[in-house]
């Protein structure tokens, strides 16, 4: 199952040198009035969660060009991984000011784990921030 595969994902990479955090549905980073709606609202996390980058657009764009298991994609969920950049697609309408508001920094990446093996997807994104 990926809520698996994402929640093994997101414990490794928590604390790797290159990310400024690791942001997961109801995790650690969410205050704790997100925690409760989470509790209330959730089950689990699913297989999407995203990473802040230290650095900002070009070091995210050389993680994501480096790359070779997860799929570069504006919409995620599907059963292959997936990444984007929400600041240069989904949400690239959007005034800085708007952006800002809405924690959506060009260190943003979000990403979507599919059916893959969770070691073979941790040694791509760790080889991946080597680029950064």
């Not at 950049?85 to 989904?90: D, G, I």
């Amino acid at each position: 199952m990926s809520r698996h595969r994402r929640r093994n994902l997101v414990a490794r990479l928590r604390g790797h040198p290159k990310i400024e955090a690791v942001l997961d549905a109801g995790g650690a980073e969410a205050s704790p009035s997100q925690q409760a709606l989470f509790a209330r609202q959730c089950t689990g996390a699913g297989s999407t969660f995203s990473l802040r980058l230290k650095g900002g657009e070009a070091e995210a764009f050389r993680m994501l060009n480096a790359l070779q298991l997860f799929k570069l994609a504006v919409s995620l969920g599907g059963t292959e991984s997936l990444v984007s950049h929400p600041s240069s697609t989904t949400h690239s309408d959007y005034s800085a000011e708007a952006k800002v508001r809405c924690g959506i920094g060009d260190n943003l990446v979000r990403l979507s784990v599919g059916i893959e093996n969770a070691d073979d997807l941790y040694a791509d994104l760790e080889q991946a921030l080597k680029a950064v």
